[in-house]
């Protein structure tokens, strides 16, 4: 099994910082900024309408605690969004995703 992770940032560069960050630390095998999402939600009792870039971390489920401690001292949002699935995957992928954590 991996897990993918979903989450959120204002702008590329951040998301893409974070990205090389978690990448770099060995918490994700790999992770993909993806540009012009838009997102609408209540926030402090007002909606709001912003730009974000979306980003997927390819990992493991083992090191879902980890990845929750480094959101809250790396991400930027006060309220970080952080959502995982787990996936089957093929024995080949699974392996080098499992390689490209350290598991």
Not at 57 to 67: C, D, G, N, Q
Request: one cysteine or more.
């Amino acid at each position: 099994m991996i897990a993918l992770c979903y989450t959120t940032f204002a702008d590329q560069e951040t998301a893409i910082a974070f990205a090389k960050s978690l990448v770099k630390n060995r918490l994700a095998a790999c992770a993909s900024v993806a540009q012009n999402s838009r997102s609408f939600y209540y926030w402090q009792g007002e909606l709001h309408d912003e730009s974000e870039c979306v980003l997927t971390i390819k990992t493991v489920r083992e090191k879902m605690k980890e990845i929750e401690a480094f959101f809250a001292s790396n991400h930027p949002y006060e309220l970080p969004e952080l959502i995982s699935q787990n996936y089957e995957a093929s024995e080949a992928y699974e392996a080098w995703v499992r390689e490209g954590v350290g598991c």
